[in-house]
């Protein structure tokens, strides 16, 4: 027998959805600068930005899997028009970086609807998207940050890229994703 744990009508509930239309925006977005770089053979950057819609995805899927956990009903958005003309690669970062920023705001607004909604289970699941938040923000203002002191070498954001790595690997505290992380 299932229970529900949350308000169907609640704004935390609603605020969730909407956040599930946002984190697959940003998928999209993130595989259209991907391209962009895979078409500037850029590689490296192409599968930094790669790596990042996957990660957008399993967040949307993060969300997903809260919801039927709490017996939730679940729509699968459709998503906005990405864009896809850029002209210089810093161009792109700026846009991820207002993109995270943007993300960022959206789930400081779902951990305080939590909150006063004393929703406590809510509120606790928010915690791991705010930590999440900080580290995307950070390595966007990195990036950027490296894209621009480059003086338009490329290559030298590449072997940046190269010689940080590819992240610190599979989070052990991430909630469990809808259909498995990939």
């Known amino acids: ?56 995805r399993n967040h949307a899927m993060i969300i997903v899997q809260y919801l039927m956990d709490n017996d939730q009903p679940v729509n699968i958005p459709s998503i906005d028009e990405v864009r896809n003309d850029f002209s210089k690669a810093a161009e792109l970062v700026e846009l991820a970086l207002k993109q995270e920023k943007e993300v960022t705001s959206d789930i400081t607004t779902l951990a305080k609807a939590a909150r006063d909604e004393d929703d406590y289970q809510g509120e606790q699941f928010m915690q791991w998207f705010l930590k999440e938040q900080v580290e995307e923000v950070s390595s966007m203002s990195t990036l950027l940050n490296v894209i621009k002191r480059s003086n ?9 890229l190269v010689r940080e790595g590819g992240g610190e690997g599979a989070d052990p505290t991430m909630p469990r994703v809808a259909g498995g992380a990939v």
């Open 152 to 160: 338009g070498n490329l290559f030298d954001v590449e072997a940046h």
């Open 1 to 56: 027998m299932s229970t529900s744990t949350k308000k169907p009508h609640s704004k935390f509930t609603e605020l969730l959805h909407t956040q599930v239309r946002n984190e697959f925006n940003a998928s999209q977005q993130y595989i259209a600068l991907a391209v962009w770089f895979d078409k500037e053979d850029l590689p490296q950057l192409a599968k930094f930005f790669y790596a990042q819609a996957l990660e957008e």
